[in-house]
């Protein structure tokens, strides 16, 4: 109970400083419209102005919060202006790419560590592949997956691989690399085989390493699925809404996609977290 | 000594790791014999090889001079048809399984049935005295019994010769007493020949019917002492005048070769 109170604090301090942000930047329109209209505004009024206006710049917490609820619980389920249909549209990118992501990073990771020249040859591609930019590579990626007659989904998950299998390539090499030489050596006087020493020892020792890994891919996911979904034409997606927003100024519907992107990275984190915590438990950690 | 089978027999034995200061002589012309049965202590200072023999002999390390047979065979053949089992200086527990599984660990890797895996690891954790402990995981296991869980795995597949690298070294001297006296039991129990390095003078002289003593740059063996003890033996045993004189003739051993220059 005691972490409760600044818990508190610190999100109070936040929508403190959201609201007077909006009363900041929406100030001139504002200002510009009483003008037109001939009148004075008073500094309540003035403030309550900036918090009620339709496009605003910065739409202040309660119209965001209005409008995810209008979009969510207020519309139906099947429509396509139900937020929860394009949330829908981008988790499935986001999780096919996740699991494309995962099995390509992993599978790197093993061929690193067993190979010497792939160890020599693929390391340098796989970080280069990360110093281009996503946007400007994304929608090459979408036109040519689009020739080829590739749409819908995959080129979205694709995308959203591309920017997944990072962190579980570094991550997997330093876990499948982590069990000391005394350990290897066991194996050795065994005379275990090199699909042994795999299974038995570089495997289970490298899931400490697994699931930080997977927790920012599985983030990197969903921001790769979202950029995936801005060259497609705004059709579906938590992605096209942020697109369809900003062309017609609705501001506060490109924020209820933001708060709804932002809600399902956090829960994806949290399913990994629960799984983490059963993995950790079925290999008899202490907690 | 007698005509018995010399199941580790080292000829001419060198081993020298190039490095960036130059060579280093790990091992130099080592001629040793252990024969079938006996308890053959290592004892010198760091750097003086004998954990670099054990290493050899369990095709861990390649040498670069001489020859060593272990069974008869070279080392990695003898590897290969399981000739011995190998106990490190830390118990090298997988903290991911429980003790039994860790035991059943090499039997699986051999590709032994489930219900023999289950009938040696209850064989050997009797033999070591951790009977009833197969569930629990290393880290609920003092570090004596993990080192004994150790020993139960390098057990459990019927090797006849036990190689082990200072396997007590990290624990405390009443834990590592109690320990010495099980080993021997364990020793005449199973009749194995055991390979044992130490840095101990009194664990090597309680433990063993040889000692080989070495010394460094270039390891090599200055003396090898024949246990004048019996073979069974209790801890009171190190009271006792004979213990003594052999506890002496290992320190002179040790002064000739130099390992109390630095």
Redesign the interface.
């Known amino acids: 109970m005691r972490a409760v109170l600044p818990v508190v604090t610190v999100v109070a301090a936040i929508f403190a400083l959201w609201y007077a942000g909006a009363v900041w930047l929406n100030a001139p329109w504002a200002r510009d419209q009483a003008a037109r209209a001939g009148v004075e505004l008073t500094l309540p009024e003035l403030v309550s102005a900036t918090w009620s206006q339709e496009r605003p710049r910065l739409p202040a917490p309660h119209q965001v919060a209005e409008e995810f609820w209008k979009s969510t619980a207020g519309t139906r389920l099947s429509s396509k202006r139900n937020l929860l249909y394009h949330a829908w549209v981008t988790l499935a990118a986001t999780l096919t790419g996740f699991a494309l992501g995962t099995g390509l990073g992993i599978l790197l990771a093993v061929g690193i560590v067993h190979d010497r020249t792939m160890n020599a040859s693929v390391m340098p591609w796989v970080i280069a592949s990360q110093t281009i930019p996503i946007l400007a590579i994304a929608p090459m990626i979408i036109v040519v997956l689009n020739s080829v007659g590739v749409t819908g989904l995959l080129p979205k998950a694709i995308i959203s691989m591309y920017l997944s299998f990072f962190p579980v390539v570094v991550g997997m090499v330093k876990g499948f690399r982590s069990p000391d030489a005394?350990?290897l050596?066991?194996?050795?006087?065994?005379?275990?085989s090199r699909s042994?020493t795999f299974r038995?020892?570089r495997w289970?020792a490298s899931?400490p390493y697994l699931f930080p890994s997977l927790k920012v891919a599985v983030a990197a996911s969903l921001v790769g699925a979202i950029i995936g979904e801005l060259p497609t034409g705004a059709v579906a997606g938590l992605g096209a809404r942020m697109l369809s927003g900003s062309y017609y100024g609705q501001t506060v519907q490109i924020w209820s996609a933001l708060v709804m992107a932002a809600i399902l990275a956090a829960a994806l984190v949290a399913v990994i977290g629960l799984a983490e915590r059963a993995a950790g438990r079925a290999?008899?950690g202490?907690a | 000594m007698s005509e018995r089978f010399a199941v580790i027999e080292a000829k001419g034995l060198g081993l020298t790791f190039e490095t960036g200061d130059g060579p280093v002589h790990a091992l130099k012309d080592v001629d040793l014999a252990i024969h079938k049965g006996d308890f053959v202590s290592f004892i010198g200072p760091s750097g003086c090889g004998k954990t670099t023999f054990l290493r050899v002999a369990a095709d861990l390390e390649q040498p670069t001079a001489g020859r060593i047979t272990v069974n008869g065979m070279s080392p990695e053949e003898a590897r290969k048809s399981r000739s011995y089992g190998y106990v490190f200086q830390a118990a090298g527990l997988f903290p991911w399984r429980t003790i039994g599984a860790n035991v059943r660990l090499p039997l699986e890797i051999m590709g032994y049935e489930r219900a023999e895996q289950e009938r040696r690891m209850a064989r050997v954790l009797e033999l070591v005295e951790l009977s009833g402990f197969e569930k629990k995981y290393p880290w609920q296991l003092s570090g004596g019994m993990q080192q004994r869980a150790s020993i139960a795995r390098a057990l459990a597949f019927d090797a006849d010769i036990l190689l082990m690298d200072e396997p007590f070294g990290a624990l405390d001297e009443i834990v590592r007493d109690k320990l010495n006296e099980q080993l021997l039991a364990l020793w005449a129990r199973t009749g194995k020949t055991i390979g044992f390095v130490t840095h101990s003078i009194p664990e090597a002289v309680f433990l063993s019917t040889h000692i080989v003593v070495m010394s460094p740059r270039p390891g090599r063996v200055t003396d090898v002492i024949e246990s004048t003890l019996p073979r069974e033996r209790t801890l009171d045993i190190r009271e006792t005048p004979e213990f003594l004189a052999l506890a002496h003739r290992v320190r002179e051993g040790l002064r000739a070769g130099h390992a109390y220059d630095e």
């Open positions: 005394m350990l050596d066991q194996m050795r006087t065994w005379s275990a042994q038995k020892l289970p899931l290999m008899g202490r």
